[in-house]
């Protein structure tokens, strides 16, 4: 197969359905448990949990629901799913969603609204209004999607505080969505109306390429791509509201953000296992003088997977907590005392004696034999 064949084939399937990086999946992290989310919530039985067996991505219709569902966000959302997510929509205009059974004329129709992960509902709250046409949600008879659904909508509730979340996501259960329009616009049929709005986003917002949520470069296209973006949201109004309050000579508290983060407890010595195990690479520990190791979290690639609480095998994390963080980079998360091996250095707990990891105990075992 030639490059350039190649090159067509890759671009054509990223664009038609997702990409999954297999080194991020816990249960290629780990073995003590098997994490099942992907699979139950594919309609179409593509995924396979058996390591040997091949995903059968020939049946991917694209929904979308594998990236909204994974824990560890591994899976990249297809380019043809993001263009409809967040791209080529009006500044001005709220971002309006539905499923594909709905029966009203709409532009931005998905497979399914559970296939929007918590952290895009989130990001498009930053920017403007969303409306989520649910008519269907409750009765479709599809438990798993419903279910997560309502479980993002939770997670960005918590995330943007109950006020701007009601103020910018409009859920709207039964009815049908009007655009706000002039008298003599009420006139005209509701075909014509979207018709309209078509003609002039193509006139106006494609041929100046605005789109109201910002985009990344390629190199940034991963399962965490809209995470990144609201790290850089939240940034950029903690930026503009500190501005504000230089120029008019007030110093009120700026919002914190609540996500799941895990809890380390008094048990914890900074081995570094949940560090090494970590799919996303969220978590640091470094070593400081006077025998501590401060442990440091990247909120915004912090999944709430739970597998560092999951795998610690001296119970230093307790699973995740609350934590209202004033922004989504690095961040101290707890500072923990240590002692180091004699030999090689690594973290052990305090007290042990002789001042040996398992690693160099073992090898002075057999030294001695």
């Not at 995903?55 to 409809?84: E, H, I």
């Not at 950029?236 to 504000?244: I, V, Y």
């Not at 250095?345 to 002789?354: E, F, K, W």
Request: hydrophobic share 35%.
């Amino acid at each position: 197969m030639g490059l350039l064949t190649s090159a067509v084939i890759g671009s054509a399937s990223a664009a038609s359905r997702p990409a999954l990086q297999s080194d991020r999946c816990l249960n290629r992290k780990q073995n003590k448990f098997t994490c099942t989310a992907c699979a139950e919530i594919c309609p179409e039985h593509v995924i396979s949990l058996n390591a040997k067996e091949e995903l059968k991505w020939n049946r991917c219709r694209d929904c979308g629901l594998c990236v909204s569902a994974c824990p560890s966000r591994c899976f990249t959302p297809s380019s043809g799913m993001q263009r409809t997510l967040t791209e080529g929509t009006h500044p001005d205009e709220p971002l309006v969603f539905a499923c594909e059974q709905e029966s009203e004329l709409m532009d931005r129709k998905i497979p399914c609204l559970a296939a929007i992960p918590w952290e895009l509902m989130a990001l498009m709250a930053f920017y403007g209004e969303v409306v989520l046409l649910m008519n269907h949600c409750a009765s479709c008879g599809k438990a798993g999607p419903h279910a997560l659904l309502l479980e993002n909508l939770a997670e960005a509730k918590v995330f943007l505080g109950e006020e701007r979340f009601h103020e910018r996501i409009r859920l709207m259960e039964s009815g049908t969505w009007e655009p706000e329009t002039s008298p003599s616009e009420k006139e005209m049929s509701r075909r014509a109306i979207f018709s309209g709005l078509k003609k002039n986003l193509k006139k106006n917002v494609y041929r100046a390429a605005v789109s109201r949520v910002p985009q990344l470069e390629d190199a940034e296209r991963d399962g965490l791509r809209y995470r990144r973006l609201l790290s850089r949201a939240v940034r950029k109004e903690r930026d503009r509201l500190r501005e504000a309050q230089q120029a008019a000579g007030t110093a009120e508290e700026l919002p914190s953000y609540p996500l799941s983060l895990p809890a380390y407890t008094t048990a914890c010595f900074g081995c570094g296992i949940c560090e090494r195990i970590c799919p996303q690479q969220a978590l640091e520990i470094r070593a400081e003088e006077g025998g501590t190791r401060l442990i440091s979290i990247t909120p915004w690639k912090c999944t709430a997977c739970g597998l560092c609480a999951e795998i610690c095998p001296y119970g230093g994390l307790q699973g995740l907590e609350k934590i209202a963080v004033p922004f989504l980079e690095q961040l101290p998360l707890a500072r923990v005392q240590t002692e180091s091996c004699e030999r090689c250095g690594v973290a052990i707990r305090l007290g042990t004696s002789p001042a040996l990891c398992p690693s160099c105990r073992a090898k002075q075992k057999r030294l001695r034999r």
